[in-house]
């Protein structure tokens, strides 16, 4: 019944890479990128994370996190409170965040980020039997010290690998957020980046 002709048919997405084929994979491996708990799922189980932390099966030199509040919305809440009080375990941490939560004060660097309406971003969620993209763009200037959380990256990266050695300098080769996101749909056919701008979806369909 499911994706045949008069039955069901999954909802659909419209995929989009991102710029550049980035960095090669560390040459130690990583118990939380490659782990034998649940083998099927589509993601890194992030909820068991600290636990394997904690008994030693993954060493942790830095700890960095992106728009999340471990330390209050998981289920292992107390534990990584408790990871990030031991700085045997997590010798540093930081967040790029918009908000000052349970998780960000615990943090030894909060990196602020731009909210939705200071950013630009590309979304697609399958919601719908026809494929589309929307385009998120700023409304206003990020507020304070608030900088979009790629272009914090990117200094990150300038830092890191100044010459390009690494391979990562050439993935973040961009002027900014909007350049960014421009080049995530440069080999799109037939979509125009001015008028994706001021459609703010892609593509569209007409009358459906």
């Given at each position: 019944?499911?994706?045949?002709k ?16 980035g ?24 909820h ?7 008994e ?19 289920p292992?809440a ?17 967040t790029?965040?918009t908000?000052?939560n349970?998780h ?29 993209v ?20 990117k ?12 391979g ?12 960014y ?14 008028t994706?701008?001021?459609d ?5 369909y007409?009358?459906?």
């Amino acid at each position: 019944n499911v994706e045949k002709k008069g039955g069901y048919n999954l909802p659909r997405g419209m995929g989009y890479g991102q710029p550049g084929d980035g960095p090669k994979g560390g040459k130690e491996p990583s118990y939380v990128s490659s782990h034998p708990h649940y083998p099927l799922a589509g993601h890194h189980v992030a909820h068991l994370t600290p636990f394997w932390i904690k008994e030693g099966r993954q060493k942790v030199s830095v700890l960095g996190s992106y728009m999340v509040c471990a330390s209050y919305t998981f289920p292992a809440a107390s534990v990584w409170r408790e990871l990030l009080k031991d700085e045997k375990l997590i010798p540093y941490s930081f967040t790029i965040n918009t908000q000052m939560n349970e998780h960000s004060v615990m943090m030894d660097l909060i990196l602020p980020d731009g909210s939705y309406l200071e950013r630009w971003d590309p979304e697609s969620m399958p919601s719908s039997a026809w494929p589309w993209v929307g385009l998120r763009q700023p409304v206003v200037k990020p507020l304070g010290e608030a900088i979009e959380a790629r272009e914090i990256i990117k200094m990150i990266v300038q830092k890191i690998d100044p010459d390009g050695s690494k391979g990562m300098k050439k993935s973040w080769n961009f002027k900014d957020g909007e350049d960014y996101v421009k080049q995530q749909f440069a080999g799109v056919k037939g979509l125009d980046w001015e008028t994706f701008k001021k459609d703010g979806v892609f593509p569209i369909y007409g009358k459906l």
